[in-house]
């Protein structure tokens, strides 16, 4: 069975850093972070399509300079590193994978986990 499983959400002052992981059962050629605060629609953050000898990156402007994805073949996981956050960043961060080329479209993705809270202070 397919599970994706976050951690490393939290609260935070602006300023400060996070590290989120998603831990992901199988194999994907595409992993991607979103994020979504109440009545909004759900927004990429970034992705990282990963093959068998490079792997290419892709972030929103709104974080780009700021967060970094990467991923960890051997452990099967992917990390999200947020420095410089700020309260804008506040939201429910989700990460998603597939199996297809990737996509910063929600709908590009046929596998989430389950979020983790992000809350960024003034």
């Known amino acids: 069975q397919v599970q994706l499983v976050e951690s490393g959400g939290g609260s935070v002052q602006a300023g400060g850093s996070l590290r989120l992981s998603c831990a992901a059962s199988g194999t994907w050629s595409c992993m991607g972070w979103f994020r979504q605060v109440p009545g909004k629609e759900r927004e990429a953050v970034g992705r990282?399509?990963?093959?068998?000898?490079?792997?290419?990156?892709y972030y929103a402007d709104s974080v780009k300079g700021r967060f970094t994805i990467s991923h960890d073949n051997a452990k099967s996981t992917a990390y999200l590193q947020m420095n410089s956050l700020k309260p804008e960043d506040t939201a429910m961060y989700y990460c998603a994978a597939n199996r297809a080329p990737c996509s910063s479209a929600p709908a590009g993705y046929d596998y989430w986990g389950q979020g983790t809270q992000v809350t960024v202070s003034s």
């Open positions: 990282i399509a990963i093959f068998a000898r490079n792997t290419d990156t």
